[in-house]
């Protein structure tokens, strides 16, 4: 089993930046793959970033392309997000995920086994 807990969300005016941090536990080293998710209300949950746990290939949701970063640090089992830019429409609920096994669906949320409870984002004008 893997526990993973979010943190670092919270309210910011549009335009500006927030970090999101994720702590993995629990047995690791099956992880192939972290990312970031986020669920708005009345929207369906959406992929935002994910990262290749050996040589760290990123990938990205084209809404978030250039503002936000992914990134780890496989010592410490953390993954961040790095959120620039901040629209309104980031506005949602944050989740951390990982996935044991290989698929070309990085950013589909089907292909993720493991879930935190989400972090609060909000970005307003």
């Known amino acids: 089993q893997v526990q993973l807990v979010e943190s670092g969300g919270g309210s910011v005016q549009a335009g500006g930046s927030l970090r999101l941090s994720c702590a993995a536990s629990?047995?690791?080293?099956?992880?192939?793959?972290m990312a970031w998710f986020r669920q708005a209300p009345g929207k369906e949950r959406e992929g935002v970033a994910a990262i290749f746990r050996g040589p760290g290939s990123m990938y990205y949701a084209d809404s978030v392309k250039g503002r936000f970063t992914i990134s780890q640090d496989n010592d410490k089992n953390m993954v961040y997000l790095q959120m620039s830019s901040l629209e309104p429409e980031d506005s949602a609920m944050y989740y951390c995920?990982?996935?044991?096994?290989?698929?070309?669906?990085?950013?589909?949320?089907?292909?993720?086994?493991?879930w935190g409870q989400g972090t609060q984002v909000t970005a307003s004008l």
């Open positions: 629990g047995y690791t080293v099956r992880i192939t793959y």
């Open positions: 995920a990982a996935m044991e096994g290989w698929t070309e669906r990085r950013l589909e949320p089907l292909s993720y086994k493991y």
